[in-house]
């Protein structure tokens, strides 16, 4: 009888495989559809490493106090200078963003004027933030409140500017006024032929 040799023979293994511990067809087949990990990171962690995040309203208050904070640091008599804005600045200290609803109209008014007054001296990109939000607080409130005639209501929007008057007057004028619009408003404009 002849004899067969029943060792194994090596299949020919791909190359880079190494062969030393036989073929192994999974890392093989690995190795051709996907290609290997680089070093160089991919396309989108570049753009948002050379873009980062905006940053959020709250984010940006906080960076705004800090600043002042620091600026009222640095410079020791300006607390006494702008009494205002020093209350602003520990008002935003202690409640953050609440303290631009809480703290009166007025102070928010003044403390704006100063805040005008140091950014012409002081050119920080974080105080230009604090002013923005600043004049959307006053705007929002005076569009919540928006008349200036009566008694303690501060600053804001005359009624005026939106193509009304407000005026005193009787209960008999109201009710001449009123009947006026009645009647107005039951006949119909004339048809064109």
Request: zero cysteines; proline letters at 9%.
């Given at each position: 009888?002849?004899?067969?040799?029943?060792?194994?023979?090596?299949?020919?293994?791909?190359?880079?495989?190494?062969?030393?511990?036989?073929?192994?067809?999974?890392?093989?087949?690995?190795?051709?559809?996907?290609?290997?990990?680089?070093?160089?990171?991919?396309?989108?962690?570049?753009?948002?490493?050379?873009?980062?995040?905006?940053?959020?309203?709250?984010?940006?208050?906080?960076?705004?106090?800090?600043?002042?904070?620091?600026?009222?640091?640095?410079?020791?008599?300006?607390?006494?200078?702008?009494?205002?804005?020093?209350?602003?600045?520990?008002?935003?200290?202690?409640?953050?963003?609440?303290?631009?609803?809480?703290?009166?109209?007025?102070?928010?008014h003044r403390a704006l004027e100063q805040l005008e007054d140091l950014q012409t001296s002081e050119n920080?990109?974080?105080?230009?933030?604090?002013?923005?939000?600043?004049?959307?607080?006053?705007?929002?409130?005076?569009?919540?409140?928006?008349?200036?005639?009566?008694p303690g209501s501060g600053p804001g929007v005359p009624l005026s500017m939106f193509g009304v008057e407000?005026?005193?007057?009787?209960?008999?004028?109201?009710?001449?006024?009123?009947?006026?619009?009645?009647?107005?408003?039951?006949?119909?404009?004339?048809r064109r032929q």
């Open positions: 009888m002849s004899k067969v040799s029943t060792q194994s023979m090596p299949l020919d293994s791909p190359p880079g495989t190494g062969g030393g511990k036989g073929f192994e067809p999974l890392s093989w087949l690995r190795r051709r559809l996907f290609k290997p990990r680089t070093k160089r990171p991919p396309r989108e962690a570049i753009t948002l490493v050379a873009f980062p995040p905006p940053l959020g309203r709250g984010h940006a208050l906080r960076l705004a106090h800090r600043a002042l904070h620091e600026l009222f640091g640095q410079q020791e008599g300006l607390r006494q200078v702008l009494p205002h804005l020093s209350l602003l600045e520990q008002a935003l200290g202690r409640k953050g963003s609440k303290a631009l609803r809480r703290l009166p109209t007025q102070v928010l920080h990109v974080d105080l230009a933030t604090l002013r923005t939000r600043l004049v959307e607080t006053l705007a929002l409130r005076s569009v919540i409140t928006p008349t200036d005639t009566g407000v005026q005193e007057g009787s209960h008999s004028a109201f009710n001449e006024a009123e009947r006026h619009w009645t009647t107005a408003g039951s006949r119909q404009p004339p």
